[in-house]
């Protein structure tokens, strides 16, 4: 008998979240769109086929990310994919021009809020037969790409974003090393026309998902710790 792949998907309401839980849907998984607003979460939900469920989930508070855990046991009994997607830009401040304070709402979200969502998630994980993790970074948080004068990401000079993520990717790394059974990966979605720029990205929410969907759907003897990119190619730390 074949069992359901049951994910969970933060920051879900729009952009490469959204996508990410149409393609996850649509392989017949049961998928756990977790957003901080309910009502927006349910319109996005009854516009995507499948088994899309709503779970009032906000990185940034303990009580919700546990409620969540809570609900998706109650109703799922364990949890296969986490696909830590929600994540905010920070402004993009030359800088010269960025304050200490500047880090504290940037990092609430993109490094606090991913280790407060994993760490609550991990017991139902530990029941599935190949427990996945997927941290969605990016290749500004990759000292080799901003190091490269001949990609785009090297003419970004931003502090809080970038380091951010390059915190994930350590972040990724240690759990890949801790968890034994698991698969834990970081993404680089590629430069997406999100909300994030603008819509200025040079590449679709399509594109942009495709990174994310590759490292849930990982074969079960595919390594872990690593950083992909949608071609699934490894990406340099």
């Not at 499948?50 to 779970?55: A, E, F, L, Q």
């Not at 948080?141 to 990609?151: N, Y």
């Amino acid at each position: 008998m074949t069992t359901t792949t049951i994910a969970l998907v933060t920051g879900a309401t729009q952009s490469i979240g959204r996508e990410t839980v149409r393609r996850l849907a649509a392989l017949g998984w049961t998928v756990w769109l977790g957003a901080r607003d309910t009502d927006r979460g349910d319109a996005v939900a009854q516009e995507l086929p499948g088994d899309v469920r709503v779970v009032a989930l906000d990185v940034l508070e303990e009580a919700s990310v546990q409620a969540a855990a809570a609900t998706i046991e109650r109703e799922s009994g364990r949890l296969d994919v986490l696909v830590n997607n929600a994540g905010v830009p920070g402004g993009f401040v030359p800088p010269r021009e960025t304050l200490a304070a500047s880090f504290v709402p940037v990092y609430a979200v993109n490094v606090v809020g991913q280790v407060r969502t994993t760490h609550a998630f991990l017991p139902l994980l530990d029941r599935s037969e190949q427990p996945r993790v997927v941290m969605v970074s990016s290749g500004m948080g990759s000292f080799a790409i901003t190091g490269d004068p001949t990609h785009f990401a090297s003419t970004l000079h931003e502090l809080t974003y970038t380091s951010s993520k390059a915190a994930l990717n350590m972040i990724t790394a240690q759990y890949a090393k801790a968890l034994p059974g698991y698969q834990v990966c970081a993404v680089d979605p590629g430069y997406t026309a999100t909300g994030f720029n603008g819509y200025r990205g040079t590449q679709s929410v399509e594109r942009g998902a495709e990174a994310s969907v590759r490292a849930a759907t990982l074969g079960p003897h595919e390594p872990s710790g690593t950083f992909l990119d949608a071609e699934g190619a490894v990406v340099p730390w």
